[in-house]
């Protein structure tokens, strides 16, 4: 099963099937909704741990060359929030 933003690169996905031919496989990619849900859900556990100042990119998933912190905040005009720190 693919799901989250990816599932909708049709090449990457063609990749997958093309790279796992050799073997007996199905790939499914489940109802837009679920997709949808799974990718939201990620994004508000990197930004939750982005505010707590917790590493959200991790090097064994990603392939960065460290675990760190990705994103940046954005905060609306006026007396600035201390998030962490």
């Known amino acids: 099963m693919i799901t989250g933003g990816g599932a909708y690169n049709e090449f990457v996905v063609r990749l997958i099937d ?5 073997i007996n496989h199905h790939i499914d990619l489940p109802s837009r909704d679920l997709i949808e849900f799974k990718e939201a859900a990620l994004m ?3 930004a939750y741990l982005f505010v707590k100042g917790l590493e959200n990119v991790f090097s064994d998933v990603t392939g ?5 912190i990705g994103g940046c905040l954005f905060q609306a005009p006026g007396s600035p929030k201390i998030i962490y720190g």
């Open 18 to 22: 093309l790279y796992l031919e050799r």
């Open 44 to 46: 508000g556990l990197m």
């Open 64 to 68: 960065s060359s460290e675990d760190h």
